[in-house]
């Protein structure tokens, strides 16, 4: 809207503040940050499970914070888009992917007992090896399916 | 609100600020890397780690008082076959869609529809893995605290 940031912002800029950011939540709450904790606490709830409030409204939190870049600098998949992926499936068939994607990514992150943010980040900075081992299979991983299907796709994506 | 809950909104508001200020919530900023044509995301997770690992290291060492949690107690996990199983399907879900839970949440965020769909394939990813968790009585994924080493 304003566009008066340049995204992406200089890495070695957020890197360092990204790190301020999980140091200062165990610092001053003794929390662990990680996103898809967050999205437990939906599924906990609907069983009438006890809930985790914190990890709600730190997700509402990235929520803002993000359509404040949003508004800063803009975001090329508001709307419809969503960049290459976008341009090469028809909408239902991105929205299906997508769909099947993420319930691959909330089955694993459940599985392993948190995501990159949980285990890639945070885990890595307590120097938890659990998460070091969570961390090294799924970049593996991600990297090979993505190498498969940029072949896959002849180059496309 | 509590005030803890007030200091997670915030804490998740400015991390939400620093992962969309670097295209962390974009589809192709995720792939380029992933395919490794892109290394900056890796340095700024790895600048992350590098500023967050000895502060957290000193503090513990310090046996650093929260002041709203109680003694400083970092969570960590040791090794087992679900990091490496979660690991893998978890991989496999961020390629094809180039986002991981974080990205979801701060797509929607930015004004993109699709984070919805991202999110609610999140939500029945968690759902279904504790359904089997449960039919296979398997223990479920809970965090358990190791002993600090020191």
Not at chain 1, 29 to 42: C, E, P, R, W
Not at chain 2, 10 to 36: E, K, T
Not at chain 2, 104 to 113: I, N, R
Not at chain 2, 124 to 149: H, M, Y
Request: charged content about 10%; glycine content about 14%.
């Amino acid at each position: 809207m304003f566009d008066v940031l340049p995204i992406p912002v200089p890495w070695y800029v957020v890197g360092p503040l990204m790190g301020l950011t999980v140091a200062g939540l165990y610092a001053v709450t003794n929390k662990h940050l990680g996103i898809s904790g967050a999205y437990v606490q939906v599924v906990d709830f609907s069983r009438g499970r006890p809930v985790e409030t914190w990890r709600l409204w730190f997700l509402a939190g990235t929520v803002l914070g993000a359509a404040a870049v949003a508004m800063l600098g803009g975001h090329p998949q508001a709307g419809w888009g969503y960049g290459a992926l976008g341009e090469y499936l028809s909408l239902p068939a991105l929205v299906a992917t997508l769909f099947a994607g993420g319930v691959l990514v909330g089955f694993g992150a459940r599985w392993a007992g948190a995501c990159t943010s949980g285990h890639g980040l945070t885990g890595c900075a307590t120097r938890s090896r659990g998460s070091l081992v969570a961390v090294m299979t799924f970049m593996v991983t991600a990297v090979a399916v993505t190498l498969l299907l940029h072949a896959l796709t002849g180059g496309e994506l | 609100m509590t005030r803890l809950s007030a200091v997670c909104g915030l804490f998740g508001a400015a991390f939400g600020f620093l992962f969309a200020s670097v295209g962390f919530n974009q589809y192709d900023v995720i792939h380029r890397m992933l395919l490794l044509k892109d290394i900056t995301p890796f340095l700024v997770m790895g600048s992350a780690m590098g500023t967050a690992l000895p502060i957290l290291w000193l503090l513990e060492r310090r046996r650093w008082r929260t002041p709203l949690g109680g003694n400083l107690t970092l969570r960590r996990w040791s090794v087992e076959p679900k990091h490496v199983w979660g690991g893998v399907i978890f991989g496999s879900g961020w390629a094809i869609t180039g986002a991981c839970p974080g990205t979801a949440s701060t797509t929607l965020g930015a004004g993109s529809l699709m984070g919805l769909v991202l999110i609610a394939g999140m939500v029945a990813g968690i759902a279904l893995r504790d359904a089997f968790a449960e039919r296979q009585v398997v223990p479920t994924s809970e965090p358990l605290a190791e002993p600090a080493r020191s």
